[in-house]
């Protein structure tokens, strides 16, 4: 166990090393440089799937210190992978953003139409359309409102108006008449409490 473990202690210094040829490298050379790197620290994972199974194996009073080594080499390892793809993801961004600055720099840019029309029709004619519906809904909760309360005032007048019995049959008269005139007809008075 204890030369597998040298060699990849050994690797993971010279992948620290190899982080910072990219950091100097030019373009031709740094996905040279980033594969190598990538291609070490996947030989170092295998090594240490060996050396956990090698650890586990250790006599029982040097295997918690075994383990604990392999633990370490493997977060160095997992630190040198994250610190790879952060540079990675860096160089892309920085890849992307020179492209998308060539691209404005090769456009020909021109003056605007003089005849430029902004497409707000659609736009509108809905609006319109809804403020037309909220003032029809208005005018129909206003009417509404209107017949109620001439229904109570109606409805007042004939309590108010028909003090006894001798009384209502002018009532129901006037009332049948007033309602055949609108085409409905009213068979008693619904007003005049009945005895």
């Known amino acids: 166990m204890e030369p597998l473990y040298q060699q990849t202690h050994k690797q993971v210094h010279e ?47 040097k295997r918690q210190n075994a383990k604990l080594r392999v633990d370490q080499l493997k977060y160095d390892v997992q630190h040198l992978q994250t610190a790879l793809s952060n540079f990675q993801h860096r160089r892309y961004a920085r890849e992307q953003q020179e492209r998308q600055r060539e691209a404005l720099l090769s456009r020909t840019f021109t003056t605007n139409d003089s005849d ?25 909760i206003g009417g509404g409102h209107s ?37 409905l007809t009213l068979p008693t008075c619904w007003a005049c409490p009945t005895q």
């Open 147 to 183: 017949i109620l309360e001439g229904l109570r005032a109606q409805r007042l007048t004939l309590k108010v108006g028909l003090p006894g019995d001798r009384d209502q049959a002018p009532c129901l008269g006037l009332l049948q008449q007033g309602l055949r005139r609108r085409s």
């Open 116 to 140: 430029t029309t902004i497409p707000m029709d659609d736009s509108l004619q809905f609006n319109s359309s809804l403020q037309k519906i909220h003032h029809g809904m208005d005018d129909l």
């Open 15 to 61: 992948i620290q090393s190899h982080m910072a040829r990219l950091e100097t490298a030019d373009k031709q050379s740094l996905h040279l440089v980033e594969n190598e790197i990538q291609a070490s620290i996947d030989q170092i994972f295998n090594h240490l799937e060996r050396l956990e199974i090698l650890s586990s194996k250790e006599p029982p009073n």
